[in-house]
């Protein structure tokens, strides 16, 4: 059982560029979520998904995009790579059970820099 | 969601107990507690909640304060794989997901 998977661990963009963060998980969980980390700092949600087909935003979504075509999967889009979205990237996913959510699993993230 | 404070930085000696509190002053009656932690950038880790009752599983226990403006995550026999940053965190369950809101927290260490 993987869990939550995040690829790539560690990229390097020059300002400018663009690229896709992938996540997936094999919980079957329909609820996701997009994390930032930056240093000395606590996590801070960028888009949320509950479901496939059905996403949107968190607390700071300027500069991202998300979708979600599967259950399992939850890719996070940087269009145009500026130097404040350097950071970490953490993704997470969680059921519903009885009413109930479940309590959050995340990802071991991705290390982002932009240069 | 309420919010949550907790003191920046604390040491243990390892096999003694961790006591992690947690001042949540504005908390709404249906607002959740949670606790995660964050080993050395590692994704964060949940490690338990509660609503109003005193909570106890295989990693720690959570006491509520009866009034519900305060909290401490317990953690029996600390070791040095405890040391992390631990987040206590307010949330209110709504259908759009367990959202969480993360502070900075308190960066627990675990000396011998």
């Known amino acids: 059982n993987a869990g939550v998977t995040q690829t790539p661990k560690f990229r390097i963009l020059k300002i400018g560029q663009s690229m896709t963060l992938q996540c997936t998980q094999d919980?079957?969980?329909?609820?996701m979520y997009w994390y930032r980390q930056d240093p000395g700092m606590g996590l801070k949600l960028i888009y949320y998904?509950?479901?496939?087909?059905?996403?949107d935003k968190g607390e700071v979504p300027n500069g991202y995009n998300v979708s979600r075509s599967t259950t399992e999967d939850f890719p996070l889009r940087l269009e145009l790579a500026a130097p404040s979205q350097t950071s970490v990237y953490f993704c997470?996913?969680?059921?519903?059970?009885?009413?109930?959510?479940?309590?959050?699993?995340f990802g071991d993230g991705t290390r982002l820099s932009i240069l | 969601d309420a919010k949550t404070t907790q003191p920046p930085s604390m040491d243990c000696a390892e096999g003694r107990a961790a006591n992690l509190p947690c001042n949540h002053s504005?908390?709404?009656?249906?607002?959740?507690v949670y606790w995660y932690r964050q080993i050395h950038s590692q994704g964060p880790q949940y490690i338990i909640h509660?609503?109003?009752n005193n909570e106890t599983n295989e990693m720690a226990s959570l006491i509520i304060t009866e009034d519900r403006k305060s909290s401490t995550l317990i953690l029996p026999h600390a070791t040095l794989r405890d040391t992390a940053v631990y987040y206590c965190?307010?949330?209110?369950?709504?259908?759009?997901?367990?959202?969480?809101?993360f502070g900075t927290g308190t960066q627990l260490k675990v000396e011998l």
């Open positions: 998904s509950v479901g496939a087909g059905i996403t």
């Open positions: 509660g609503l109003k």
């Open positions: 919980m079957n969980h329909n609820y």
């Open positions: 965190i307010g949330l209110t369950e709504t259908g759009g997901g367990n959202k969480l809101t």
């Open positions: 504005t908390i709404s009656g249906n607002e959740y």
């Open positions: 997470a996913s969680s059921s519903r059970t009885g009413g109930r959510y479940q309590p959050q699993h």
